[in-house]
């Protein structure tokens, strides 16, 4: 069975930085797309930032310059570098995974759990 853990999000002041990490576990040979996606209360969930399993990144326009994303392949881990903290990147931060490969099938857009970021001004 195939799941995505969050880890570190947390509370920081605006400025600071945090390093969020997902792991997906069990037995996969590969995964097309990994990324980030973020809800904010009341709001409809967004992309963050992506990455492909050649390297490729895109990222949302609201934290070009500040974010940064990358990828092991071989560890199945996507972790993604915030710095410049603003309030508004305060929001549930959820890890994705697109075209998981294992043994038996392959699977779509699956999600972790969410970890919370906090942002004080």
């Known amino acids: 069975q195939v799941q995505l853990v969050e880890s570190g999000g947390g509370l920081v002041q605006a400025g600071g930085s945090l390093r969020l990490s997902c792991a997906a576990s069990?037995?996969?040979?590969?995964?097309?797309?990994m990324g980030w996606y973020r809800q904010a209360p009341g709001k409809q969930r967004e992309l963050v930032a992506t990455?492909?399993?050649?390297?490729?990144?895109n990222y949302a326009d609201s934290v070009k310059g500040r974010f940064t994303i990358s990828r092991d392949n071989a560890k199945n881990t996507v972790p993604l570098r915030m710095n410049s903290l603003k309030p508004e990147d305060t929001a549930v931060y959820y890890c994705?995974?697109?075209?998981?490969?294992?043994?038996?099938?392959?699977?779509?857009?699956?999600w972790g759990q969410g970890t919370q970021v906090t942002v004080s001004s």
């Open positions: 994705n995974a697109d075209r998981i490969r294992t043994p038996f099938t392959q699977l779509y857009d699956y």
């Open positions: 069990g037995i996969i040979f590969s995964i097309n797309v």
């Open positions: 990455i492909t399993s050649g390297g490729s990144t």
